[in-house]
């Protein structure tokens, strides 16, 4: 049972928030790196490969906080954080603060097979991205006038802003998918632009192996929303040890995690979870999620909202 499931960020997405062209473009994005991930893993591709080439069609999608529509730092700049694990080996590579790189989730990768480190920061990983050819951009490529803005509203307010946390009209946060393979190995991959109006090299959970992302033998996760709370419950990985010590099921180790840990100290946000049968999970505390998954033999399912 080969299966992905994808997120585009969680938040205060109310239905009244979007126009339904908007709806149906943040959709269409979904969908459209929802295919490229399916059609991978349905030709027989690792479920790693199928989640950095999800996340990458996400980076490269201005309406999503990563990559291409990362949001500004106090200073005028993006600083771009992802990681990737592959849950049969438990490698796992990460960058965070990266600055020029396209496609951040592909430096990650890079972390991985070509060093021997978990996790690199800026400049040295735009370097290693320099090194090994990964296509670079002009601090243009990142600009969206929307972003700009909401930098300045930010600025004006006298705070860092999650995108989630502030105009419901603004574009919403973390990218990251989940999938196994034919082979019943398992991958997690997230990627993010950080929070609006950042300063002093802030660093989410994305990044962080065991908050935003996490993958094993048993499960893979990805999480999005308020960082800091996902890094203090260690939020990926606690998912993971309630289906080792406790014998869960995907789903409740999952619901646990978000609805009763994260949600009552103000932890808004969700994650998506693959097990390793292919059960596929997509819970989230906060107005809406965006989302997506299909499994083999399955019609593939997108949302936004409480569904």
């Known amino acids: 049972m080969y299966a992905l499931a994808l997120h585009g960020g969680a938040g205060t997405i109310a239905r009244a928030s979007l126009t339904p062209a908007d709806e149906q473009q943040y959709r269409a994005a979904l969908e459209a790196a929802l295919t490229i991930g399916y059609d991978l893993l349905r030709d027989g591709a690792a ?6 080439a999800t996340v990458r069609s996400l980076e490269d999608c201005p309406l999503f906080n990563a990559g291409r529509g990362a949001v500004f730092t106090h200073e005028g700049h993006h600083e771009m954080d992802a990681a990737l694990m592959a849950g049969h080996t438990k490698l796992a590579g990460a960058v965070t603060g990266v600055r020029q790189v396209q496609n951040p989730i ?28 990964l296509p670079l951009q002009p601090a243009e490529y990142f600009f969206t006038q929307k972003r700009f803005d909401q930098l300045q509203d930010a600025i004006a307010a006298g705070k860092m802003q999650l995108d989630h946390a502030a105009d419901p009209n ?23 632009g950080g929070m609006t109006n950042k300063r002093y090299s802030r ?12 993958a094993d033998a048993r499960c893979a996760i990805s999480c999005t929303g308020n960082g800091e709370y996902f890094i203090r419950a260690v939020a990926a990985y606690d998912v993971a040890c309630l289906i ?19 949600a009552p100290v103000g932890g808004e946000g969700g994650l998506i979870a693959i097990d390793a049968d292919g059960n596929v999970t997509l819970p989230f505390n906060s107005e809406g999620m965006y ?7 399955e019609d593939a399912r997108v949302a936004i909202y409480k569904e």
């Open 47 to 52: 479920a790693l490969d199928a989640v950095e």
């Open 106 to 133: 592909r430096a990650a990768r890079l972390v991985m097979e070509k060093t021997e480190h978990v996790l690199l920061g800026y400049p040295g990983a735009d370097e290693l991205a320099r090194e090994y050819g």
């Open 170 to 192: 603004w574009k919403k946060g973390t990218v990251g998918a989940v999938a196994r393979d034919q082979h019943g190995h398992l991958a997690a991959a997230t990627s993010t």
């Open 203 to 214: 660093i989410g959970d994305t990044p962080l192996i065991g908050a935003g992302t996490w």
């Open 244 to 262: 080792d010590y406790k014998g869960l099921s995907l789903e409740e180790a999952a619901r646990i995690v978000v609805q009763d840990k994260l």
């Open 291 to 297: 989302r997506a998954s299909r499994r083999e033999g």
